[in-house]
T-cell receptor, first 112, second 114 residues
Framework: DAGVIQSPRHEVTEMGQEVTLRCKPI?????LFWYRQTMMRGLELLIY????????DSGMPEDRFSAKMPNASFSTLKIQPSEPRDSAVYFC??????????FGPGTRLLVL | DQQVKQNSPSLSVQEGRISILNCDYT??????FLWYKKYPAEGPTFLIS?????DKNEDGRFTVFLNKSAKHLSLHIVPSQPGDSAVYFC?????????????FGAGTQVVVTP
């Protein structure tokens, strides 16, 4: 299996622009997680899905952030409008049942 | 509020010696703990885990110890190898909470020198 796939790997955008991050989980995994890593806050869970349904979005920082999972093989994390403080590395991870989570390589986002 | 803390941001150890990474937590409801390893430009990868019903779990060169009364866990790597140079994250979760809702520490950068 190719593992968790994230795109783009790097994104540079200007403040106010919309940013869409994409994730393809490992086939057969029924959990999908979005994390954000920053120097200040470390690695924090933003939202996660089970069988394409959002289970817990308490980590989503504000209404500018939204996530969707239209099917078992695709999820998006959208930031609209983006702000410089959103600059971070965003990880997607997937898991099956109650097994460990497998992380993607991350998307490094820079908002100018 | 950080409920999982790794107070040592970095650790340097000689090849062949033991690496000891520490992690403290504040929430007594956490009942499973994991260690992840992360190389630059890659996502974290699972290393080893432990349930609160155990005080030790071993997997090859990696051993995790859990001291529930002290709310402390540690990861021992013996012997340390150059390929172990990475950032190590401690994570904690509650089986009574939503599965997979992990809280991570800030990470410890390990450098193994020849």
């Amino acid at each position: 299996d190719a593992g968790v796939i994230q795109s783009p790997r790097h994104e540079v955008t200007e403040m106010g622009q919309e940013v869409t991050l994409r994730c393809k989980p490992i086939s057969g995994h029924d959990y999908l997680f979005w994390y954000r890593q920053t120097m200040m806050r470390g690695l924090e869970l933003l939202i996660y899905f089970n069988n394409n349904v959002p289970i817990d979005d308490s980590g989503m920082p504000e209404d500018r952030f939204s996530a969707k999972m239209p099917n078992a093989s695709f999820s998006t994390l959208k930031i609209q409008p983006s702000e410089p403080r959103d600059s971070a590395v965003y990880f997607c991870a997937s898991g099956q049942g109650e097994e460990t989570q497998y992380f993607g390589p991350g998307t490094r986002l820079l908002v100018l | 509020d950080q409920q999982v803390k790794q107070n040592s941001p970095s650790l340097s150890v000689q090849e062949g010696r033991i690496s000891i990474l520490n992690c403290d937590y504040t929430n007594s409801m956490f009942d499973y703990f994991l260690w992840y390893k992360k190389y630059p430009a890659e996502g974290p990868t699972f290393l080893i885990s432990i349930s609160s019903i155990k005080d030790k779990n071993e997997d090859g060169r990696f051993t995790v110890f859990l001291n529930k009364s002290a709310k402390h866990l540690s990861l021992h790597i013996v012997p340390s190898q150059p390929g172990d140079s990475a950032v190590y994250f401690c994570a904690a979760g509650m089986t009574t909470d939503s599965w997979g809702k992990l809280q991570f520490g800030a990470g410890t950068q390990v450098v193994v020198t020849p």
